[in-house]
């Protein structure tokens, strides 16, 4: 079973609060000195199981990013982990893309990496939250979709995709080629084994751009996204917390249950 | 002619479910803005009674696609039935639940119609008329805006229990009006089976109105009796920090975060909690949030609205003992 899985690179979710900063005139995060960007966690739930599949069926994984040189990094690790081969898309234009170019790019990268069975992707990603493009790349690559899974078993051309509800699950048959975008719940990622990280470090990673994805820049440009991003702050918090102060905490606890009352929280 | 603001309503157990409601209300709101109507649409069987409880929260128009084989949530078979309605009624904007059927759905459809979605909108407003949808980003840590200049519907998502419920209104009428619903070769995934969660003792924690949770500052396993205790006589679920499960105090299934489950409660108490953005990614949705911890620098006061500087081995017991008091 040949397996596509997308990875982002994100900001480390880890960071200090305090070390969060925005440039409030560009929209975008200041990245924090000395702490690394990481593989977005339910990308890393993704890789694994797309291993744990190809260990019980045979076949190749390939990793497939949309990034900067930087995002070279976070690749190698995918290749330390296990996968067969990666794949960076890097172009000016596609980069600070919305949900909908993202998508499009990666897409035709998937169908450039060609003879798949099965895209992996995590369910969404930790900096933006919007869970979007995987589903817009199911549906861009014409496939069925399924978000989120929590299992996947491999059966003669078919998944069994056990997928989260409100209330449970469904256990959902799902034809291949598929799309399916994984929570964590599918398992924890593994961590690397030196082998792999030597080979990771031998590895050649193939850079595409947008014109070796056939998308001229009118296609994945400003103009071409759907959504734009209008303002991008932190919230001011300070202040906004009533402390609660008494001679002992004891009397601070019960003072507090009289706050809540007041405030009709209880 | 613009063509209004649509919303998607959802069911539970038979009845409307709560973010019916709440998109109900945010929806009437935006189109009495725009002066124009609102649609709500709904998917199930046996639903042709729901009508007039959506006409009552506020619809102006009632679309019912009620079919058996829309009983429960099929993500395909979905999509084709709304897909031909959105373009069919063609609304300004659209909004759905960012529940976990919804958002999947929400997102597929952005992209058939090749228009701009926001997922987990925490504000919804109009600016020249043009939609201005307000989420947070990095956990919390950030807020972004967006908007989608010229594609058509303008789709968000909506987070449970961040917009007031419409109340309803027994003399509001509707027009209400079957879908026609035809399936034909749309169907790839097939429904096996629907697997229920084994209901748990105390509410659940994903849609719980109130919740406790502890973190590492309890010190260890042995202390979380304070956690459970105050969570008890609130009525409350219980929430841990990734440090507290992951060091097996309690099960991973009590994880609130970025990787574990999202809470959206009125009231959300933290004991012990310092508030790293994994965490707050989990509860930044959380109405009121409590902070009791002994240091007063932890980021978790930051997001709260009302908090404690101390020892919770004294504060909690003596929080636990007022609130039994108050309730007599």
């Known amino acids: ?266 | 002619m613009p063509n209004g603001v649509m919303i998607v309503a959802e069911t539970a157990e038979g009845s409307l479910a709560p973010i019916s409601a709440e998109l109900s209300g945010v929806g009437r709101a935006l189109a009495d803005e725009l002066g124009q109507t609102l649609t709500a649409v709904l998917f199930g069987s046996g639903i042709g009674g729901l009508g007039e409880e959506l006409a009552a929260l506020g619809a102006d128009r009632v679309l019912l696609a009620d079919d058996d084989a829309l009983s429960e949530y099929q993500g395909d078979a979905y999509l084709a039935v709304l897909e031909r309605i959105v373009r069919e009624h063609a609304p300004e904007i659209l909004l759905l639940g960012q529940t976990p059927n919804l958002r999947e759905l929400a997102a597929r459809l952005a992209f058939r119609l090749e228009t701009g979605l926001t997922t987990d909108c925490t504000s919804l407003r109009l600016e020249d008329g043009v939609l201005v949808m307000t989420k947070p980003v990095f956990g919390g840590s950030a807020i972004a805006e967006y908007v989608v200049d010229d594609a058509r519907p303008q789709m968000a998502t909506i987070r449970p229990r961040a917009f007031e419920p419409a109340t309803p209104q027994a003399s509001r009428q509707a027009e209400v009006q079957p879908v026609a619903v035809s399936l034909d070769g749309v169907v790839r995934t097939r429904v096996l089976e629907t697997v229920k969660e084994a209901a748990t003792s105390g509410p659940r924690l994903k849609d719980a109105k109130t919740v406790v949770s502890g973190g590492r500052g309890l010190g260890g396993p042995e202390n979380w009796k304070y956690v459970e205790e105050l969570a008890e006589t609130l009525g409350a679920a219980v929430g841990a920090t990734r440090a507290v499960t992951d060091a097996g105090w309690v099960p991973a299934s009590h994880q609130v975060g970025l990787t574990g489950v999202t809470v959206t409660p009125d009231l959300y108490v933290t004991v012990g909690v310092s508030g790293a953005v994994q965490h707050i990614a989990g509860c930044s949705g959380a109405r009121n949030i409590v902070a009791i911890n002994k240091d007063p620098d932890a980021n978790i006061f930051k997001h709260a609205r009302f908090g404690v500087v101390g020892d919770y081995r004294q504060v909690v017991p003596a929080l636990t003992e007022a609130i039994k008091a108050l309730r007599g």
Not at chain 1, 50 to 58: C, F, I, Y
Not at chain 1, 142 to 171: F, W, Y
Not at chain 1, 235 to 240: N, T, V
Request: charged fraction near 25%; hydrophobic fraction near 40%; charge should be negative.
């Open chain 1, 1 to 266: 079973m040949n397996i596509i899985v997308t990875i982002k690179q994100v900001p480390d979710p880890d960071i200090p609060p305090s070390h969060f900063k925005v440039d409030e005139a560009t929209n975008k995060v200041v990245p924090p000195a000395g702490v690394a960007p990481v593989m977005n966690g339910y990308d890393g739930n993704a890789l694994e199981a797309a291993l744990k599949l190809k260990e019980e069926n045979g076949g190749k994984v390939t990793v497939v990013t949309l990034g900067g040189s930087e995002a070279r990094d976070t690749l190698k690790r995918a290749i330390a982990m296990g996968a067969d081969a990666a794949v960076l898309i890097d172009d000016p234009d596609l980069r600070d893309g919305d949900s909908y170019t993202t998508a499009l790019a990666l897409a035709r990268a998937i169908d450039k990496v060609g003879e798949y069975d099965l895209v992996l992707c995590g369910r969404q990603a930790s900096d933006t939250d919007a869970g979007q493009v995987p589903l817009g790349v199911g549906e861009l690559l014409g496939i069925p979709t399924v978000s989120p899974a929590i299992g996947i078993e491999a059966t003669d051309g078919h998944l069994k995709v056990n997928r989260m509800i409100e209330d449970g699950h469904q256990v959902l048959d799902v034809p291949l080629p598929a799309l399916v975008a994984v929570s964590s719940e599918i398992g924890e990622p593994r961590y690397p084994p030196l082998r792999g990280i030597m080979m990771a470090g031998r590895a050649q990673i193939p850079v595409w751009t947008a014109a070796d994805l056939g998308l001229d820049p009118s296609a994945v440009g400003t103009g071409a996204r759907k959504t734009r991003l209008r303002r991008l702050y932190v919230e001011s918090r300070e202040a906004q917390c009533e402390l609660v102060e008494a001679d002992s905490p004891a009397e601070a606890g019960a003072a507090l249950a009289q706050k809540l009352r007041e405030a009709k929280l209880i």
